[in-house]
């Protein structure tokens, strides 16, 4: 029986929930206003859509093999690029975990008082910082050991929670456009053309920072590795894969900026950011503030008291912490173990010590342990750094950037590779002339690469902030050098010279 291929609306959809995210529209609207706009247009021009036909071109070609980014690139590149590649993309997770393991007790706290006050909480005697870290490491323990007897039962759960993200998107762009209605008109920021140049953020006034934002804009088009296995299963992929890819391109791109532009026409930037919130806002509640403010705007806009309209927003709060808290977890459980799957199971089996490459219920269980304990190791090295809960998510947001866009860089790069090896089949070919290759792996290395560099060198250079720097180059180094080490010891083992 042949298996039912993608339409061009399925294959648009597929694409839009692997890649929008609505935290993305909040968090931009925070650190630059309107002025977040045209850098979403510039990165869906610039990278989003070469870079999705690149890993288009590398999905068709090698579509049988279950490596996934290693078996482009080693077939491309060579083994110890690929490996180290690789490696680099699966640190970009143990980041992400990382990340997300200390924020999502301010989802949490959302999900239950409507409010973020987790810088109150106390374990111990300790401080905020110190305390969040010590509840994501009792978070890693827990879904590592739980993730070791199986999973199964957990995609139900991640279903539910993405649905009810889902419906996030649609109560913002609704809610918009009724607030818009009930006020006849906008009652926030003006949309002028110096507003979509210059951000109201003090911290966003300054060229270096600006350009560091670019690296935001292209985390906001992640996740485009799913592209690559969707050809093959596309209805008529020749011309609709590349339609659809236009098509998704042109609806994320809108999708975030018209997403900012409702934001904006119900919330005065420094009000909401300012004198809304009573707590000191961070990356890692930004969200759950502006969700909070807009019900509040909406209570208001039917004519609610202020103490009403005020519980109106802290229900918003509650149900996008509920939500989130939801989906974070099912991406936990999957993110646990999925791309350390791949890297195992899709890597020479040679790279790892024996134990390594033996399943129990679906996962390499040896190997998630000493996952668990890395990740244990980093939340207590930036947790007990000393610093205020605004650096410490502001450490870990550059951390997640970098590492899970610098791989992109070497992806594109070796795409050229790729093209030269007429020895690989290619089923699908979207640019047609090694010329265009050039200009297409050129302008996503360089926008990529440009990116990253100013989100690491901005906080040294603006502030003086050369932990956040330090931090951000330490990750994808070290993995790097851990990379290169298990490559050797391979090589060694081998006899290889």
Not at 321 to 349: E, H
Not at 438 to 463: D, H, Q, R, Y
């Amino acid at each position: 029986m042949s298996k039912k291929k993608l339409s061009l609306s399925a294959l648009v959809l597929m694409v839009f929930t692997s890649v929008f995210g609505f935290t993305n529209i909040t968090r931009s609207y925070y650190l630059m206003g309107y002025a977040a706009i045209p850098w979403f247009i510039i990165s869906c021009v610039a990278f989003f859509l070469p870079f999705a036909f690149m890993i288009a071109e590398y999905g068709s070609a090698f579509k049988d093999s279950e490596g996934g980014i290693y078996s482009w690139m080693e077939k491309s590149s060579g083994s110890k690029y690929a490996f180290m590649v690789t490696f680099m993309w699966y640190a970009s997770y143990i980041v992400w975990m990382v990340n997300v393991g200390s924020g999502i007790w301010i989802v949490l706290s959302n999900a239950i008082f409507g409010v973020d006050k987790t810088q109150s909480w106390s374990l111990f005697g300790l401080d905020s910082v110190k305390t969040l870290g010590i509840l994501a490491i009792i978070w890693i323990v827990f879904l590592t050991f739980i993730s070791n007897k199986g999973v199964d039962k957990i995609k139900k759960f991640t279903s539910f929670g993405g649905s009810a993200v889902a419906l996030i998107n649609v109560f913002l762009f609704a809610g918009g456009i009724l607030m818009l209605i009930l006020n006849k008109g906008g009652v926030g920021d003006s949309i002028t053309a110096d507003a979509l140049l210059h951000s109201p953020n003090p911290a966003y006034a300054g060229g270096l920072q600006v350009l560091s934002f670019i690296v935001y804009a292209i985390f906001a088009y992640g996740g485009l590795e799913v592209v690559g296995g969707l050809v093959d299963q596309t209805e008529n992929p020749e011309k609709n894969f590349p339609k659809g890819i236009v098509i998704s391109a042109i609806v994320v791109s809108l999708g975030y900026s018209l997403g900012i532009l409702v934001f904006g026409t119900f919330t005065k930037w420094s009000f909401a950011f300012t004198q809304f919130s009573a707590q000191k806002i961070t990356l890692g509640n930004v969200s759950y503030i502006a969700m909070n403010h807009m019900g509040y705007q909406l209570g208001l806009a039917f004519g609610l008291a202020e103490s009403a309209a005020r519980n109106v927003g802290l229900w918003v709060s509650r149900y996008m912490g509920i939500s989130m808290f939801l989906a974070l977890t099912g991406a936990f459980f999957t993110l646990i173990y999925s791309p350390l799957k791949q890297l195992i199971g899709g890597t020479p089996k040679e790279l790892w010590p024996k134990s390594w490459t033996e399943q129990k219920n679906g996962v390499y269980t040896k190997p998630m342990i000493y996952q668990a304990i890395c990740v244990v190791i980093i939340i207590f090295i930036v947790s007990f750094g000393g610093k205020s809960a605004q650096q410490f998510f502001q450490i870990l947001v550059s951390m997640t950037n970098v590492s899970m866009t610098l791989p992109y860089f070497f992806i594109a790069y070796s795409f050229l590779a790729f093209r030269r090896n007429e020895n690989i089949e290619r089923p699908f070919v979207k640019f047609k002339t090694y010329s265009t290759v050039k200009v297409a792996v050129a302008v996503t290395c360089f926008i990529v690469g440009f990116a990253n560099l100013f989100t690491v060198i901005e906080p040294a250079i603006s502030s003086g902030d050369w932990l956040t720097t330090i931090m951000s180059i330490a990750g994808p180094v070290l993995f790097a050098l851990v990379a290169l080490l298990l490559y050797r010891r391979m090589e060694k083992t081998k006899g290889i010279n």
